[in-house]
């Protein structure tokens, strides 16, 4: 099949599924990308930013969008959803985890915190359902029209905890039409990762869509530890997922029913003690990717489950839609891990490994139980005139177990501390939005939020791993409570028909947090709700007569008694602060070209400045480290002056795909280049948790053709091309531990289309 017809027909069809779900002219959008793709120019980009399907280049938001080649290439090895990492302007993503609990961070803003009740700054949207819980947040990326990533505060129409911004996934929906894919790769360590899905209609009113994803890789990394040796120890993982969903459209109404379920089985992040040659951020001589010395590998593991539903009911009426989105998220998990990442060396004189731990640290955290039930009920107008508004109620409820458990390595892992901690959650809102077209040329938009938020907290010891006071039974109950007026104002102005300039002004909030790891301590600590203004303008613009788009964003933001997490510090537990203030500014470009005919590129760039301004606030440092803040008189690091943890100063990705009509089908090769620059794992700064600046390269290349109504596809891919090896966070309790990033990974892939 031609490119261009390729091209086109993946146009139509992507017009038609956010047709279906969200009620814009199916007829519109597609004559408006078919257009598009018959002069090579580059494709229309349609997101939901503001809940309805709108050009990306008129929204007066920060939006960046993954779809296509590009989602493809970045997903492919099998990867979680850390692949997004550093691939959109000012998003970093990282996991002490592994596969589950991923951490967002957006113009710099995130949070570390690795309990499992920890609340982040940047909020995630499947499905238009909010995950809340951070292991949510880590189910498989597949069968996905779109990603979207909203950059700043969006506390008006997503308003849990979104002062950061907001990741946002569609699926794929069901249509009409007879459809599917299958793929499966085959790749290093063993690594076989399928998915497909299938749909069509079941009557002229209802159709159905099946997507199913299956994972596996071998563990690979040798325990060379003396007296506990052990081959292909940690680092496999077996993860499955499905969804299902049933769309029904009738003349004013549509429903879409979604049901979805996940199960992985594999190990945790491989933790590597005195990785870090002490007095540098070097990795250690002789480092390698597949070998760790633990005493407590055996008994490593990872073990997660999820499942969830959503139901979104949608009534067109003569100049109005309702929409009633109803959402149930469920998630269990249990990992275990040697978190020390090494073995105590005092009798081994002939021990040649990466050096000692000062005390054996084997730990777990499970949800035995978790339940998140949401709804949302929303009233738009569909008015002809200059004015039009959305507004609508929210309700969000969670109940969490979390369980907290320390095991006696010495003992061959004997259970000796457990805490239980129950948190149940409580949310309403009610928001508003109006936008009012002043001219041609002029729209204005202005939202309004008020947000209700209540959390009941306990933690029950029932015994400890430590002597006296911090091992006693202990029990302890905290409650908190607060509300807040999120708001925004934006305008947005065609200086002609390729560029429009916009301003937006936004204040949001993150609600109270409750810290109760009391394992190792016996204080449940308490953050206060932070608050942050963000000023940002734009340009979006289509240049060379559509060959060309150049998108520019520069922002300031200012942050109130910003949440933030003491990790560690001479002991496996967490402590909640306040910043007084935090001060943040930067800029972002997102581009895209049609070079030739036959190739395409984008390059975009963030620049991320943060800075944390309270002269009183401290923390506990690292067992070994070299660290480089002022000491106070208490022998912790004061923070005032430095730049958040995981927030890079730049990040940068360049794409290019070339295509070349070959024979019957056509040849395309792919190339990406991700940098983000150098980032503290901590709050304070030390010379060893420093992470180095980190490039990687992918390169995808195959050929594709079509035999009837179907294409096939093989090709072969690489990500981490120079196989770059650095560690990308760390533990600071014990020893210089580290994790490290993925190793080069190479494989190859079948695809076929169906129509």
């Given at each position: 099949m031609k490119a261009m017809k390729r091209s086109t027909l993946a146009t139509l069809i992507n017009a038609t599924l956010f047709s279906a779900v969200a009620g814009t002219s199916i007829?519109?959008?597609?004559?408006?990308?078919?257009?598009?793709?018959?002069?090579?120019?580059?494709?229309?980009?349609?997101?939901?930013?503001?809940?309805?399907?709108?050009?990306?280049?008129?929204?007066?938001?920060?939006?960046?969008?993954?779809?296509?080649?590009?989602?493809d290439a970045y997903s492919s090895a099998g990867m979680d959803i850390r692949f997004m990492n550093a691939k959109i302007p000012s998003l970093s993503i990282e996991s002490s985890f592994g596969r589950s609990f991923p951490r967002f961070y957006v113009r710099g803003l995130g949070n570390t915190d690795f309990d499992l009740n920890a609340s982040q700054p940047v909020s995630l949207v499947v499905d238009e359902i909010v995950q809340e819980n951070a292991i949510l947040k880590g189910f498989p990326v597949f069968d996905v029209a779109r990603v979207e990533v909203l950059r700043g505060p969006q506390g008006?129409?997503?308003?849990?905890?979104?002062?950061?911004?907001?990741?946002?996934?569609?699926?794929?929906?069901?249509?009409?039409?007879?459809?599917?894919?299958?793929?499966?790769?085959?790749?290093?360590?063993?690594a076989v990762d399928f998915e497909g899905a299938v749909g069509g209609s079941l009557t002229d009113r209802l159709s159905t869509r099946v997507s199913v994803l299956w994972q596996d890789k071998d563990d690979y990394i040798d325990n060379r530890a003396p007296g506990f040796e052990q081959k292909d120890a940690l680092g496999g993982y077996t993860e499955q997922a499905a969804r299902i969903q049933f769309l029904y459209e009738g003349d004013d109404f549509t429903g879409l029913f979604n049901y979805h379920v996940r199960d992985l089985d594999g190990s945790p992040i491989a933790f590597r003690a005195n990785t870090i040659k002490p007095g540098t951020n070097d990795l250690v001589d002789g480092f390698e990717n597949d070998v760790v010395y633990h005493d407590a590998a055996s008994r490593a593991t990872q073990q997660v489950e999820s499942q969830g539903a959503s139901l979104k009911l949608e009534w067109d009426l003569a100049n109005h839609t309702v929409t009633s989105i109803s959402g149930w998220e469920s998630a269990e998990i249990y990992s275990r891990a040697d978190i020390d990442g090494g073995l105590d060396t005092s009798n081994l004189p002939n021990y040649t490994g990466p050096g000692s731990t000062p005390f054996s640290s084997e730990s777990a955290d499970g949800i035995p139980d978790q339940d998140q039930y949401t709804q949302e009920l929303r009233l738009s107008s569909n008015f002809a005139g200059d004015v039009n508004y959305q507004m609508g109620v929210f309700y969000f409820d969670e109940a969490l177990t979390i369980e907290n458990f320390s095991y006696d390595t010495a003992n061959n892992g004997v259970l000796n501390g457990f805490v239980s901690q129950q948190q149940d959650t409580k949310a309403w809102a009610v928001f508003g939005s109006i936008d009012y077209t002043i001219t041609d040329a002029l729209k204005v938009t202005a939202g309004l939020r008020y947000s209700d938020d209540e959390?009941?907290?306990?933690?029950?010891?029932?015994?400890?791993?430590?002597?006296?006071?911090?091992?006693?039974?202990?029990?302890?109950?905290?409650?908190?409570?607060?509300?807040?007026?999120?708001?925004?104002?934006?305008?947005?102005?065609?200086?002609?028909?390729?560029v429009n300039w916009y301003g937006r002004i936004a204040n949001s909030f993150r609600a109270p947090s409750l810290q109760g790891r009391i394992l190792f301590g016996s204080e449940v600590t308490v953050a206060d709700s932070e608050t942050v203004t963000s000023f940002e303008t734009g340009i979006k613009s289509d240049v060379l007569d559509g060959q060309g788009r150049v998108n520019a964003t520069v922002f300031y933001y200012t942050m109130d008694d910003q949440q933030l997490t003491a990790v560690g510090g001479g002991a496996n537990f967490n402590r909640l602060l306040n910043a007084d203030k935090t001060t943040g500014y930067g800029f972002e470009i997102d581009s895209e070209w049609v070079l030739t005919d036959e190739l395409n590129a984008t390059f975009n760039l963030s620049y991320n400045k943060t800075e944390l301004k309270d002269k009183d606030l401290s923390v506990a440092v690292c067992a070994q480290c070299t660290v480089?803040?002022?000491?106070?008189?208490?022998?912790?690091?004061?923070?005032?002056?430095?730049?958040?943890?995981?927030?890079?100063?730049?990040?940068?990705?360049?794409?290019?795909?070339?295509?070349?009509e070959l024979a019957e089908g056509e040849f395309f090769t792919y190339a990406d280049v991700s940098y983000r620059s150098e980032i503290d794992f901590f709050?304070?700064?030390?010379?060893?948790?420093?992470?180095?600046?980190?490039?990687?390269?992918?390169?995808?290349?195959?050929?594709?053709?079509?035999?009837?109504?179907?294409?096939?596809?093989?090709?072969?891919?690489?990500?981490?091309?120079?196989?770059?090896?650095?560690?990308?966070?760390g533990v600071d309790f014990n020893n210089n531990t580290a994790m490290v990033n993925e190793e080069r990974y190479i494989g190859a892939e079948f695809k076929v289309n169906f129509f």
């Open positions: 007829s519109a959008l597609a004559a408006e990308q078919e257009t598009t793709a018959k002069k090579n120019q580059l494709e229309v980009i349609q997101v939901t930013a503001r809940k309805r399907v709108e050009n990306a280049q008129e929204v007066p938001v920060a939006v960046s969008a993954l779809q296509g080649d590009s989602l008006t129409l997503f308003g849990r905890n979104t002062p950061a911004g907001l990741v946002k996934f569609d699926t794929v929906k069901p249509s009409q039409e007879f459809e599917g894919y299958g793929s499966v790769s085959y790749g290093s360590r063993g959390k009941e907290f306990s933690a029950n010891r029932t015994f400890g791993p430590l002597p006296g006071e911090a091992g006693a039974p202990l029990f302890i109950e905290r409650d908190v409570s607060d509300d807040h007026v999120s708001w925004d104002l934006s305008a947005n102005y065609k200086i002609n028909d390729d480089t803040d002022p000491i106070n008189n208490g022998g912790q690091a004061i923070l005032d002056g430095n730049s958040l943890p995981h927030a890079p100063e730049w990040i940068s990705n360049i794409t290019l795909r070339y295509t070349k709050l304070y700064e030390s010379v060893e948790f420093e992470g180095k600046p980190l490039t990687e390269v992918g390169l995808r290349a195959g050929y594709a053709w079509a035999q009837g109504d179907y294409e096939y596809e093989v090709s072969a891919f690489v990500r981490n091309l120079f196989d770059e090896q650095q560690a990308i966070g």
